[in-house]
C-alpha cells in the first residue's frame, strides 16, 4: 500500500467513515487515534473523556485496526517539561485497553525536541522530521506547522 498507517484519526465519524470505505474496498485499515489531552482550541483529537466513552465501539470497527495512541504535546522549553504529557498518554492507553479488553500497543508521540522523553514514558514511534531534514520553512499565506 500507499502508507502503513493512518496517525491522525480524530473523531468517531471519521474512524467509522475510514472503517466503510476500508469494507467496500475488501480492506483493512489501521490507525492511531489521535487524542488533544490538553484540549487545546488549535489542535485536533478526541478529549479524553470521550475516548473512554467510545473506546468500545471504536474497537469493534472490522475494517479499521486501531493499533494506538497519538498526541502532540503542548510547546514547552525543555524537553522535561513534556514528561508528564507523555506520562499521561501512556496512563490513558493504559485504561483504554481494560475498558475495551483490547490491546493498544502503540503510543505515537514525541518530536526532534524532545523524543528521548517520549521513548523513557513509552514512545513506540516518534516524528524526527526536523532533525533529519532541517526546519520546516512556512509558504506565505500558510500557518506555521508544529516543529520538533
Do not use: W
Not at 470521550?50 to 485496526?65: A, I, Y
Not at 483504554?96 to 502503540?106: C, F, M, T, V
Amino acid at each position: 500500500g500507499l502508507f502503513e498507517s493512518i496517525h491522525s484519526v480524530d473523531s468517531l465519524r471519521l474512524a467509522a467513515h475510514l472503517d466503510r470505505i476500508a469494507g467496500e474496498v475488501g480492506l483493512t485499515a489501521r490507525g492511531y487515534l489521535q487524542v488533544n489531552a490538553a484540549e487545546e482550541e488549535s489542535k485536533g483529537g478526541f478529549r479524553e473523556a470521550e475516548l473512554r466513552e467510545e473506546v468500545v465501539t471504536l474497537m469493534r470497527l472490522e475494517h479499521l485496526q486501531v493499533e494506538g495512541l497519538m498526541s502532540i504535546p503542548p510547546r514547552v522549553e525543555s524537553p522535561e517539561a513534556a514528561r508528564a504529557s507523555f506520562r499521561s498518554l501512556r496512563v490513558l492507553r493504559d485504561e483504554l485497553q481494560e475498558l475495551s479488553g483490547s490491546a493498544l500497543p502503540g503510543l505515537s508521540m514525541g518530536m526532534s525536541h524532545d523524543f528521548e522523553v517520549a521513548i523513557e514514558e513509552g514512545a513506540t514511534i516518534v516524528r524526527v522530521g526536523s532533525a533529519i531534514f532541517g526546519p520546516r520553512h512556512v509558504q506565505p499565506g500558510r500557518l506555521a506547522p508544529e516543529t520538533g
